[in-house]
Nanobody, 120 residues
Framework: QVQLVESGGGLVQAGGSLRLSCAAS????????MGWYRQAPGKQRELVAG???????NYVDSVKGRFTISRDNSKNTVYLQMNSLKPEDTAVYYC??????????????WGQGTLVTVSS
């Protein structure tokens, strides 16, 4: 079973930075798309940033120029560097990985979520 472990959340003042990490383990043969989602209280979960196996990236408009997603395929890990944080970035952040196992099964795995709180 593929498992994801997130780290890096916490409390930061507005204008500060945080780096989230999400490491995958298990019978992973390949990982295609990696992404970070967030869910603020009372709001729907939204895609913040995504990165394909080829390195293509996409971002929600509200974080463009401030957040950077990257991946290390050798470590089955995806990162989210968050700079110039704003109070409206406060949310629980979830990583999501899609790929294939050694048993030729596809997987769509989610991290446990990490809380990011930005104080004004």
């Amino acid at each position: 079973q593929v498992q994801l472990v997130e780290s890096g959340g916490g409390l930061v003042q507005a204008g500060g930075s945080l780096r989230l990490s999400c490491a995958a383990s298990g019978p992973i043969s390949s990982i295609n798309d990696m992404g970070w989602y967030r869910q603020a209280p009372g709001k729907q979960r939204e895609l913040v940033a995504g990165i394909t196996n080829g390195g293509g990236t996409n971002y929600v408009d509200s974080v463009k120029g401030r957040f950077t997603i990257s991946r290390d395929n050798s470590k089955n890990t995806v990162y989210l560097q968050m700079n110039s944080l704003k109070p409206e970035d406060t949310a629980v952040y979830y990583c999501n990985l899609k790929g294939r196992t050694f048993y030729f099964q596809t997987f769509n795995a989610w991290g446990q979520g990490t809380l990011v709180t930005v104080s004004s």
